[in-house]
């Protein structure tokens, strides 16, 4: 029978008989638009996707939830500069994805999350399809754009314009709506291969104004009290050298926002993460570049900014980004690379340095603060404090500068950003905009994975919790992640009571908990570390051999504090308590 079929239309040129269909298609356009690895968990109606991706070569790393998948892709995309994709089923699958979707949004990451999704036609009815659910309107407000493909012949488009979207102007995450119905679509080969789109220049370079680089040259040059901010946009442009060129150029002392650690090295003369009090408090012109002016920076106003006049320079490729909190009197807008390109260029072979007596006060609070802090890291106190168990850790990432640090938590948080110097860019992942808890596995698995360095991940024990099963995707593709969990009995304390007497107080979780075992039920390395010594040991071996490990380390259950370094954001009640 098929030999008599083919022998039936033997005029028929080759490329017309041959078929091709929506799965093929997907993975095509992903392959064509340099997508090496999707993220994601299985099911209907992506499970076929998944796998013939895999043998088509590329990486499809299956998680154990959906959001942990999705975090990973949103801090790919951070690292890369490329979209992170995340794959997710429909309904359940897309909403557990969703979180990570508005994470990327909210932090300027391109990520896409790429879900199925049910019938058309039975959803817009609502006649109950499985997994039912209108998810492109569901999607939109949380993301940056959202497209649904319907047909074959549109995915080169779709995934084109999914991409340019994520990863032009400020990027951000893209939803990509594939209806079940589509993989299975057949159409002619050529004509698929046709419709594909490679993109090109996604992320085309904004080149800023020279009387918008004069403007900001000018309030520069007048500052008596000049300070550089530098934020996780600046690391994600990848800059590097010209963002060095013009710190160093300058003389201006720089403060480092969270994931800008390492941008320049904290131990770098004009690093200014020491006295960042001091210098937010009396700086007279503030140059930001990639960082906004939102709570993280106090709105630009109020106490922490002082009395003391500022005018400000914004550098951001978003235009509404500019007088969001106060004025910017120099507004430069512009994709990074260019703009410190063009500050450089107009700066000409020789700039004044700042006022002596400003660069003065700024080092000395700065070393006054050090000195401060020295002894602290040194401690050896038994149940261990933080101080004493980041004094480790700040050594070990001394001693291996190009490992990735991986942080979330409130006093495991805070008090690590403070204590562990970085010194190469982009190799300080955490919580972010939001502050989010859950980040943390799904962070070390695309480091590891999109890197292939080393990780050390610092999770306190709520932190951890959130995305904690993961471990298992850790020792399932071996990657070289070593979990550290300060595990002080719970959120911020674990001396909480509840003055009821009945359930647990809402802060503390079981005492004594041993996370370690959860790493060796998968095969893993699991310590339990109650002395800086073990912890030392232990990280460094973990660091050395690359296996999976994770360390769990004792901390007093009194050492924390509320909120971390934020429990003034918490609402008090003013009626006494009871
Ligand atoms: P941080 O939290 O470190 O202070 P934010 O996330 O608040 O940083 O700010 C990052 C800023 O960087 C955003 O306003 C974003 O528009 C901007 N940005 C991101 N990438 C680029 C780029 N390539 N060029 C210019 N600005 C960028
Ligand atoms: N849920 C989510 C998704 N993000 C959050 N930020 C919170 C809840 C609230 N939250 C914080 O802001 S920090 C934190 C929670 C639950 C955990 C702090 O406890 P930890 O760290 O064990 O991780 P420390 O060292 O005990 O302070
Ligand atoms: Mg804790």
């Known amino acids: 029978m098929a030999e008599a079929a083919v022998a039936k239309t033997p005029a028929e040129p080759k490329a017309e008989q041959e078929l091709t269909d929506g799965f093929h298609l997907v993975i095509e356009a992903l392959k064509l638009n340099g997508v090496k690895t999707i993220y994601g968990v299985p099911g209907i109606p992506v499970t076929d996707l998944g796998r013939m991706a895999q043998a088509a070569g590329i990486r ?16 790919a995309g951070f690292l890369t500069r490329k979209p992170g994709v995340c794959l997710t089923v429909s309904a359940p699958g897309f909403l557990n994805g969703l979180t990570a979707l508005a994470h990327a949004t909210t932090n300027c990451f391109p990520m896409i ?12 009815l609502q006649q109950g399809d499985y997994e039912e659910m209108d998810q492109l309107a569901i999607a939109k407000p949380l993301c940056k ?29 893209v939803y990509l709506d594939l209806p079940a119905k589509l993989f299975g679509q057949v159409m002619n080969a050529e004509a698929g291969r046709k419709s594909l789109v490679k993109v090109i220049d996604a992320a085309p ?5 020279s009387d918008a ?17 530098l934020g996780k946009g600046a690391a994600y442009a990848q800059a590097d050298d010209a963002i060095r060129d013009f710190v160093e150029k300058s003389g201006v002392p720089f403060l480092p926002m969270s ?14 993460g020491a006295a960042r009090s001091t210098v937010l408090k009396d700086s007279d012109v503030v140059v930001l570049i990639g960082t906004r002016l939102n709570w993280l920076l106090s709105h630009g106003k109020g106490k922490t900014w002082g009395e003391a006049a500022k005018k400000f320079v914004q550098v951001d490729i978003e ?30 072979g020789k700039w004044p340095s700042p006022p002596a007596d400003w660069v003065g006060a700024v080092s000395r609070k700065r070393e006054d603060n050090i000195a401060k802090m020295a002894p602290r890291f040194m401690s050896n106190a038994v149940p261990m404090d933080y101080y004493g168990a980041l004094g480790v850790l700040r050594s070990v990432v001394k001693e291996r500068p190009d490992a990735i640090l991986v942080n979330e938590g409130a006093n495991a948080l805070d008090l690590a950003r403070g204590a562990i110097d970085m010194y190469q860019p982009r190799k300080r992942l955490d919580v972010g905009t939001w502050g989010v808890m859950g980040i943390g596995m799904g962070y070390a698995i695309a480091a590891a994975i999109e890197t292939g360095k080393r990780v050390l991940a610092v999770e306190g024990d709520s932190a951890f919790g959130f995305s904690g099963m993961e471990v298992e995707t850790i020792c399932r593709y071996r990657l070289p992640v070593c979990i550290v969990i300060f595990n002080n009995d719970g959120i911020y304390r674990g001396t909480d009571a509840n003055p009821a007497g009945t359930d647990p107080a809402t802060t503390v979780f079981v005492k004594g908990s041993r996370y370690d075992k959860m790493m060796e039920a998968f095969g893993g390395v699991g310590v339990n570390a109650t002395t800086p010594d073990e912890l030392k040991r232990a990280v460094n071996e973990a660091m050395d051999s690359g296996k999976p490990t994770l360390i769990n380390a004792v901390i007093d259950p009194a050492a924390g ?18």
């Open 213 to 229: 680089v004069k403007r900001a040259l000018d309030l520069l040059k007048s500052a008596r009290r000049p300070l550089i901010i």
């Open 113 to 124: 999350l790429v879900s199925g999704s049910s019938e058309r036609e039975i959803v817009d």
């Open 259 to 272: 994931m800008a650690k390492g941008l320049l090295p904290d131990t770098h003369p004009q690093c200014a």
């Open 561 to 578: 504090s509320e909120s971390g370094r934020i429990g003034n954001l918490n609402p008090q009640s003013v009626l006494k308590k009871k």
């Open 60 to 75: 499809v790393i299956s998680f154990r939830h959906e959001q942990n998948a999705g975090y990973a892709a949103a801090i």
């Open 145 to 173: 754009a959202a497209f649904r493909v319907l047909h074959a012949q549109d995915i080169g488009i779709g995934f084109a314009r999914a991409i340019r979207a994520a990863v032009s102007g400020r990027p951000g995450g």
């Open 319 to 348: 235009p509404k980004e500019m007088d969001s909190n106060v004025e910017i009197a120099a507004p430069l807008v512009g994709d990074i690379a260019s703009c410190v390109a063009a500050l450089l260029a107009a700066m000409g």
């Open 205 to 209: 370079a904004q080149i800023p104004a």
